[in-house]
């Protein structure tokens, strides 16, 4: 079992670097080029890189993967949200999901091949359990990373809260002021000044100022900037004051991350109780309870043989 292992592995890391060769540093159109002389500028000759060869190779799985049309718009926000808003950032999506659930089987095959230690029900579980590992990480992973790029932008909004309100109040639209507040925030909070940068090219591009901040709430489906589209759009539509509407809504999420803070604060003495019991108090017992056991058994121990 130990030899056919080996053999399965040599076989498949011989075919992958003659594959790549093949692909990467021979070029045969070249040498056929060279001995019959013909033309080099009238034959096209693209070079892939190995990056684009794989995202080739995700696009076409991609394709082969049936999914139902609700399916593909709930894919299609969640990656939008994670920061993934390429053409075919479905396709590399689905793909991904199809060569993981056809990987991973494969390794797990060639990892469990050679131990005895299984049975054939627990080695088909394995197996099948690695299959369904790889077709649902993509889902994990883009959750991850939408909610990494949530916290993100609330983290950036206080700051582009606050530009806002000095760009406003220094004389500017709130369109210049949203240009302005993305270029400035552009390498401190990259999220919050992508979406900002977002919303400046829908109002180009002809949407209406309320179309423009309604998508930047669904887009991001952050709370806070809900809460911010709401504000301005009912600003915008019944006339007020766009700087004061601003300052008080700055205001207003200043309280309520304050209070967040403390109710952060007043959770953390529940949170610790777990830690301190189980990692804590172990080692103090050890440390205080151990030298006196140790002494009462060195002192009693005689003494009750003895008796």
Same mark, same amino acid.
């Given at each position: 079992?130990p030899l056919l292992l080996s053999i399965t592995v040599f076989?498949?890391? *011989?075919?992958?670097?003659?594959? &790549?060769?093949?692909? %990467? ?7 056929? !080029? ?6 080099? #500028?009238? #034959? !096209? ?5 190995? =990056?684009?060869? /794989?995202?080739?190779?995700? =696009? ?35 793909? *991904?999901?199809?060569?993981? *659930?056809? %990987? ?11 131990? =005895?230690?299984?049975?054939? +029900?627990?080695?088909?579980?394995? #197996?099948?359990? =690695?299959?369904?590992?790889? /077709?649902? *990480? ?7 990373? @939408? ?12 700051? @582009?809260? +606050? ?10 639209? &709130? ?6 507040t993305a270029k400035e925030l552009e390498h401190a909070h ?21 179309? @423009?901040l309604r998508n930047l709430a669904e887009r991001t489906d $952050? ?12 600003? +915008? ?36 109780? /777990?830690?301190?019991?189980?990692? #804590?108090?172990?080692?103090? /017992? ?10 009462? $058994? ?10």
């Amino acid at each position: 079992m130990p030899l056919l292992l080996s053999i399965t592995v040599f076989v498949i890391v *011989a075919g992958g670097l003659m594959w &790549l060769g093949a692909r %990467l540093w021979v070029r045969p159109r070249a040498a056929i !080029e060279r001995i019959t002389g013909a033309d080099a #500028i009238a #034959i !096209e000759r693209v070079q892939k890189h190995p =990056s684009l060869a /794989f995202h080739e190779l995700l =696009s076409k799985l991609g394709s082969v993967l049936p999914a139902s049309p609700k399916d593909v718009t709930i894919m299609q926000q969640r990656l939008i949200r994670a920061g993934y808003r390429g053409p075919h950032a479905l396709r590399y999506f689905y793909g *991904a999901k199809v060569l993981l *659930a056809g %990987l991973l089987p494969v390794l797990t095959t060639i990892a469990v091949a050679g131990s =005895s230690s299984r049975t054939a +029900d627990n080695k088909l579980m394995l #197996i099948a359990g =690695s299959a369904a590992v790889g /077709f649902f *990480a993509p889902n994990e992973y883009v959750r991850r990373r @939408a909610r990494r790029r949530q916290r993100q932008i609330r983290r950036g909004l206080p700051n @582009a809260l +606050d530009l806002l309100v000095v760009c406003v109040e220094s004389g500017l639209g &709130l369109d210049q002021a949203i240009v302005q507040t993305a270029k400035e925030l552009e390498h401190a909070h990259p999220e919050i000044s992508e979406e900002l940068a977002l919303v400046n090219f829908e109002l180009r591009a002809g949407k209406r100022r309320v179309e @423009a901040l309604r998508n930047l709430a669904e887009r991001t489906d $952050v709370e806070e900037l809900r809460k911010l589209a709401a504000v301005l759009i009912q600003a +915008d539509r019944f006339g007020t004051s766009i700087s004061q509407t601003l300052r008080s809504h700055s205001d207003f999420m200043r309280v309520q991350a304050r209070q967040l803070a403390e109710e952060k604060a007043a959770k953390l003495g529940v949170k610790l109780v /777990f830690p301190i019991f189980f990692c #804590i108090l172990p080692s103090l /017992f050890v440390v205080t309870v151990g030298p006196i056991m140790v002494r009462v $058994v060195r002192e009693l121990m005689p003494l009750i043989n003895q008796m």
